[in-house]
DNA sequence: CTGGATCCCTCACGATACTG
DNA sequence: CAGTATCGTGAGGGATCCAG
């Protein structure tokens, strides 16, 4: 069962063998936000057989890249190592890549609420950020996600966060693509919440959001 | 004739729809060093057949990343196209991350030096750079590329430079892996190569080169 | 009920032969 | 030299079945 290689001795093919086939960089993404269990897993990536997210799951903790977390209330978490967190540089220029240059959304395609926390982090810019402060929760019925700015560092959570300064009632897209007036703070100033999206910005192209 | 998708409207899950299936991104790499003929790229991508590659020449020019360059005194060039060159980045990032996560080098694997023209270029430094400006060309038998250090920027190419600081004699491995005291330089000083080779360097492990 | 293994079918891939 | 045509193989996709 020798798996298939580029077998070229370039960084790039050598990465690509690692984490090149189908569904592992998508894998990855979903464990960049948070450790996850098999069925999460499953559930996000719609349309991978059960067979193949357990195969990947074996091949990526083989290269090292994630492992199982078994401690704990739950069984069975995957998680991240050092070097699957490593990977967090380039993935988030692939997502900088695919909001300037890749196809538009379409109607009919899944989507998840903890990907636009990935997106937006992509999108942050130290230099913007200056000396802000603020931690920004996201509410809605069936999501809850938190993202953090301090020190011109971004930390993000599923769920709640321990201290949020601001509390959205909406989704990441609801802030960001409605109209500036439409800012619906539950909770904290909306001052605050617009020098948090101040911080972000699409390089290249500002075609799209 | 749908072709495959992940479905998602997610960003880096719409960059795999384009970029991600397999030797697309290999393609891409070849293509940032310069554009090539359809024979260099086959060379190049061993194991790949000719169906294959033309069908992701195809596509990935569907998808404006690659264009036809049939002008000049060859026929049937393949070059970027801004979309394309965008993706150097997210190439580079991914080259850093094979270096210093990725496989060890394997014996009897292919190798081109051009693809370590694209390596060091993802390890340059322009805070280490500084004022430093060169342009050193690599020479052997069956190689010759150049790279340039100018205004905290780098250019690379094939085959000979307009004008060469320093010309070494070997390959890009050879200077950077071989004992400090080896360094040929068959024209110009052997401290501005030292200086050149400062500008470079390996983030987050040093264990590799 | 969740986590995962086993089967089978389809299609993308890889190799080669062939054409403009 | 630059591809197209053809075909065998194996990875991917989907359903079902099994274990804890």
């Known amino acids: 069962m020798a798996k298939r290689s580029y077998k070229q001795n370039c960084a790039l093919a050598q990465a690509s063998d690692v984490i ?26 719609r349309g991978i057989g059960t067979n193949l997210l357990s195969s990947r799951l074996r091949e990526l903790e083989a290269a090292g890249i994630i492992e ?35 196809p538009e959304n379409q109607k009919g ?23 802000l402060s603020v931690c920004v929760q996201f509410k809605t019925d069936d999501f809850a996600g938190w993202m953090a700015i301090e020190n011109q560092r971004v930390r993000m959570g599923l769920g709640e966060a321990d201290s949020a300064d601001v509390i959205v009632d909406g989704t990441i897209k609801d802030v960001f ?33």
């Open 20 to 45: 090149g086939d189908r569904w592992s960089l998508l894998l990855v993404r979903d464990l960049l936000v948070s450790p996850r269990r098999f069925g999460e897993l499953q559930q996000s990536l």
């Open 109 to 131: 395609y899944h989507h998840q609420n903890d990907w636009d926390l990935l997106a937006l982090k992509a999108l942050f810019q130290a230099k913007r950020a200056g000396d």
């Open 177 to 209: 693509d409605g109209p500036p007036s439409n800012r619906l703070c539950s909770s904290g100033s909306k001052e605050k919440l617009q020098r948090f999206m101040s911080a972000f910005v699409l390089p290249a192209q500002a075609e799209r959001v």
């Open 68 to 102: 199982r977390l078994d401690g704990g209330e739950f069984r069975h978490h995957y998680g991240l190592t050092e070097a699957g967190k490593a990977l967090e540089v380039a993935v988030l220029s692939l997502v900088r890549w695919g909001l300037a240059y890749g």
